[in-house]
């Protein structure tokens, strides 16, 4: 039983167009995250979610739209891609509260020509 | 020996040595902090945590060491094994939620035969 899964896996797509990437935790946590990992392996925290509420939305440009429909669920479109958006996308889930370790999905590789 | 720049701190042991992996944190304010293992392919995967009102903790194979007077944190991993070859990262918490995590560059371990 994978805990993180998020799909896909690989995404390749032209600039200009939207995509969307999934994520969903079994573990029962209440709080879902997204991090952009880029090529120099820099894992940067994107968005935070707890029980379906935004809490953290660090500078992503708001062509990055995250959607929580339960707190089992945490999807990310994108939109209008841009080259610069060629990154691994890690979602992550944890307990939260003060000692919450992340445990992270497989990773979403977004590349965009 | 252990390189810095451009590329990713790359630290390469022979198996069988001990590995002591470094990280700098940024945060004063910053009470717990967590060690991650990344695989090729893969999402980053828990080692070891320690709090702030701890400078050392143990887990099998692997020693956590804070020191807090100048924001530094180490990873030692004894006997490393080739299956220790990955992406390390500290990452390092200072918000009672516990839900934003801030890693550190990275460093690759690389273990020689």
């Known amino acids: 039983d994978t805990a993180v899964s998020q799909t896909p896996k690989y995404l390749v797509t032209q600039m200009g167009n939207d995509k969307s990437i999934k994520c969903e935790q079994n573990?029962?946590?209440?709080?879902m995250y997204w991090y952009k990992q880029d090529s120099k392996k820099f894992l940067k925290i994107m968005f935070s979610y707890n029980n379906k509420e935004l809490i953290i939305n660090e500078t992503v440009p708001n062509r990055f739209s995250p959607k929580s429909p339960d707190k089992a669920h945490l999807n990310l479109h994108i939109n209008s891609l841009e080259l610069g958006d060629s990154a691994v996308y890690f979602c992550?889930?944890?307990?939260?509260?003060?000692?919450?370790?992340?445990?992270f999905g497989e990773g979403s590789r977004l590349t965009v020509l | 020996g252990e390189s810095v720049g451009l590329h990713l701190p790359t630290l390469s042991v022979q198996e069988g040595d001990n590995s002591i992996i470094n990280c700098a944190y940024s945060?004063?304010?910053?009470?717990?902090f967590i060690w991650y293992k990344q695989e090729s392919g893969k999402g980053p995967q828990f080692i070891i945590d320690?709090?702030?009102?701890?400078d050392k903790r143990q887990g099998q194979r692997v020693t956590v060491l804070l020191n807090k007077t100048v924001k530094h944190l180490s990873l030692q991993i004894a006997a490393t094994q080739p299956g220790d070859s990955a992406v390390y990262f500290c990452?390092?918490?200072?918000?009672?939620?516990?839900?934003?995590?801030?890693f550190g560059p990275g460093t690759r371990l690389s273990v020689l035969p």
């Open positions: 320690i709090r702030s009102n701890m």
């Open positions: 573990l029962g946590h209440d709080t």
């Open positions: 945060n004063s304010a910053s009470d717990y």
């Open positions: 990452a390092e918490n200072s918000d009672n939620y516990g839900q934003n995590f801030v």
């Open positions: 992550a889930s944890s307990r939260g509260g003060a000692s919450g370790e992340l445990f």
